[in-house]
Each structure stands twice: as C-alpha cells, then as structure tokens.
C-alpha cells in the first residue's frame, strides 16, 4: 500500500509537471506573438515616418533604420529568453523525474530547480528588456536632437514611436509578471 501511495504521488507530481510544462509554453507562445506584433508595428511606424520625411533636408535618418534594427534584436533576444526558459524547465522537470518513486525527494527537488531556473530566466529577460528602453529612448532622442526637428512632424511621430515602444514595453512586463505569478503557484503545489 505504501508503494501505491508514493507511485500515486508521483503521478500527481508528473501531472503538475505536465501542466506546468503546457502552461509556460502557451506563455511562451504568447510572448513571441506580442513580441512579432511588436516588430511588425515598429516596422510600419518607420516606414511612415520615412515616407513622410522623404525629401526633406533632414540628416541623420539612417538612426530610424538603426531603431528599427534595435527593436528586431532586442525581440530575437527576448524569444531566445524565453525558449532557455523552456528548455530549463524541461531539464528541471527531467531531473526531478530521474528521482524514480521516491515522490516526496522528486517534488522537492522539481520545486527547487524550477524556482532557480525561472528566477534566472526572468532576471536576464528583464536586463534585455531594460537594455531595449535605453536604447529606444537614445534613439528617438537622437532624432529629437537633429536640427529643423524641434516643433515639426518629425518630434510628434519620434513622441509617439516612444510612446508605442513603452505600451509594448509595458504589456510584455505585464505578460511575464502575470505568467510569474501563475508559474509560482504551481511550484509552490510541485
């Protein structure tokens, strides 16, 4: 009987696991979503503002291709973040699995090593994520700072590149603290 409840606890464990497993990759998938959306709004922000300048005698434009290829790697990096996270959580759930029937070591240890995992993952993302601001809001300085820019069309749309960068910004954080929360409640029932 002993050996039935330890086999049924570690069912129950592989279970959470599993859930756990799926939850994190629709977070994942809906991460990169917001992230492709981002890059394809990023992408037709520039254009416009290209089109609209086109003809004008204003230098240093190329800072607009230079934000557009920020936004595509800042983006190519978050999506790397998050499959590591994947991948991480898959070799923790792995490793706690390895420790056979002994259900009550496997739980402990599935928790410990996915906290640790997570807790790394979400640091760097939030470092890159950081980094994106400081270098959008250099970026759109920069244009700002171009002479003739003042008070014309040119510091209305860099207002509002920075202002759609800090929504996406901002929605991206509130996707991955939600997703924290959810993910540490199921750690806390492995």
Do not use: C, W
């Amino acid at each position: 009987m002993t050996t039935n409840t330890k086999s049924t606890k570690l069912e129950e464990t592989i279970d959470i696991a599993a859930l756990y497993t799926k939850g994190l990759e629709r977070t994942i998938e809906i991460s990169k979503s917001t992230l492709d959306l981002a890059v394809k709004q990023n992408a037709e922000i520039l254009a416009a503002i290209k089109k609209s300048l086109k003809g004008s005698s204003l230098p240093g434009l190329f800072v607009l291709d230079l934000a557009g290829e920020a936004v595509e790697g800042f983006v190519a990096v978050q999506k790397s973040l998050l499959d590591l996270a994947l991948e991480q959580s898959n070799a923790s759930i792995e490793a706690a699995q390895s420790f056979g029937k002994d259900a009550d070591k496997a739980k402990a240890e599935f928790g410990n090593v996915l906290q640790a995992s997570f807790d790394r993952a979400l640091g760097a993302q939030n470092l890159v994520v950081e980094y994106a601001v400081k270098q959008t809001k250099t970026g759109i300085e920069t244009v700002k700072a171009q002479p003739g820019v003042a008070g014309t069309a040119v510091e209305t749309i860099s207002d509002s590149v920075q202002k759609g960068f800090d929504t996406v910004v901002a929605a991206q954080k509130d996707i991955v603290a939600q997703a924290t929360k959810n993910l540490k409640a199921v750690a806390a029932k492995a």
